[in-house]
């Protein structure tokens, strides 16, 4: 498979402004993610990793630098976002849910059904399709945020800690559903996390980024053979070797960013 680049971001900064007060958020960026890459971004938090999510998704503006994202298809939405929570459109059912972005676009409504269907299936949503947000669990609602990031077809899709919520075995599992669907489809995509673990499961690629203002200051090359596993990533030693290595890592830029809070006030 050709590896070309989907995302480039140059120099990349964001200054936020509030009354007399200043927060860069992130500094100087500079980022090449292949087609069909799953990237995970992990920093402590307050590092900039849901600003510079916004960027890619247009809902923030860049201070200073610039990024493309590489279209294949001008029929096809650049991206799809996918939220911890506020991901589905409470007065829609499951199915107008998922249907939503490819009615936005107008295409026929054999398509539509198709495309909805398959992803639902895909899932296991088929049996709920007429359900409404209420009445369904947090894990459901975060499959219909999924099925309708992947049946909007996009070039790249953007994942903002989309298990965060749940627990631990929904968690896993809907893990590897995700990891299913994305083996079929090869989509790009930058996936924020706050767990090793999850980034190892998921990522090719993890970028370890720094205390406010936040950097990448490292990129790490995840080498488990897919399709992979919770229990992989738990039993092979290189991972293990691996995690250490990111919580060391981690644990120095959390303690910054805590000593840069204590100073500031
Ligand atoms: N609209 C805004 N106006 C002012 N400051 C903002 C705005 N959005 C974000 N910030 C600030 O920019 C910094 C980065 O925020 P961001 O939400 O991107 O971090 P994050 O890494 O995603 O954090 P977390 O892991 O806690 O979700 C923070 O200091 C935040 O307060």
Same mark, same amino acid.
């Given at each position: 498979m050709e590896h070309s680049s989907k995302i480039t971001i140059r120099n990349l900064t964001k200054v936020f402004y509030k009354k007399n007060e200043s927060v860069t958020a992130l500094t100087d960026i500079s980022l090449d993610i292949a087609d069909g890459e799953f990237v995970c971004l992990l920093g402590p938090s307050g590092c900039g990793k849901t600003t510079l999510l916004r960027i890619l998704a247009d809902l923030e503006k860049p201070s200073t630098g610039e990024f493309t994202i590489h279209?294949?298809?001008?029929?096809?939405?650049?991206?799809?976002?996918?939220?911890? #929570?506020? !991901?589905?459109?409470?007065?829609?059912?499951? #199915? #107008?849910?998922?249907?939503?972005?490819? *009615?936005?676009?107008?295409?026929? *409504? *054999?398509?539509?059904?198709?495309?909805?269907?398959?992803?639902?299936?895909?899932? !296991?949503?088929?049996?709920?399709? !007429?359900?409404?947000?209420?009445?369904?669990?947090? !894990?459901? *609602?975060?499959r219909v945020s999924i099925a309708r990031a992947f049946a909007n077809d996009p070039e790249i899709l953007l994942m903002d800690e989309p298990f965060a919520a749940l627990d631990e075995q929904n968690k896993f599992i809907l893990q590897e559903e995700l990891l299913n669907i994305w083996e079929e489809t090869k989509k790009t995509v930058l996936f924020i996390t706050h767990s090793i673990d999850e980034a190892l499961l998921l990522g090719d690629k993890v970028l370890l980024m720094s205390s406010q203002p936040g950097r990448i200051l490292k990129e790490k090359t995840i080498d488990l053979p897919r399709p992979r596993k919770i229990e992989d990533v738990r039993s092979d030693p290189q991972m293990a070797e691996q995690f250490v290595d990111i919580w060391q890592h981690l644990q120095t830029e959390v303690q910054n960013s805590r000593r840069a809070k204590e100073q500031k006030g």
């Amino acid at each position: 498979m050709e590896h070309s680049s989907k995302i480039t971001i140059r120099n990349l900064t964001k200054v936020f402004y509030k009354k007399n007060e200043s927060v860069t958020a992130l500094t100087d960026i500079s980022l090449d993610i292949a087609d069909g890459e799953f990237v995970c971004l992990l920093g402590p938090s307050g590092c900039g990793k849901t600003t510079l999510l916004r960027i890619l998704a247009d809902l923030e503006k860049p201070s200073t630098g610039e990024f493309t994202i590489h279209q294949s298809d001008k029929g096809k939405p650049l991206q799809s976002m996918v939220f911890q #929570e506020r !991901g589905v459109i409470p007065w829609q059912t499951v #199915e #107008e849910n998922v249907a939503f972005g490819l *009615k936005m676009r107008h295409l026929p *409504k *054999k398509i539509i059904k198709e495309k909805t269907d398959y992803y639902l299936e895909k899932v !296991g949503l088929k049996k709920y399709a !007429g359900l409404y947000p209420k009445e369904l669990s947090g !894990g459901m *609602k975060q499959r219909v945020s999924i099925a309708r990031a992947f049946a909007n077809d996009p070039e790249i899709l953007l994942m903002d800690e989309p298990f965060a919520a749940l627990d631990e075995q929904n968690k896993f599992i809907l893990q590897e559903e995700l990891l299913n669907i994305w083996e079929e489809t090869k989509k790009t995509v930058l996936f924020i996390t706050h767990s090793i673990d999850e980034a190892l499961l998921l990522g090719d690629k993890v970028l370890l980024m720094s205390s406010q203002p936040g950097r990448i200051l490292k990129e790490k090359t995840i080498d488990l053979p897919r399709p992979r596993k919770i229990e992989d990533v738990r039993s092979d030693p290189q991972m293990a070797e691996q995690f250490v290595d990111i919580w060391q890592h981690l644990q120095t830029e959390v303690q910054n960013s805590r000593r840069a809070k204590e100073q500031k006030g």
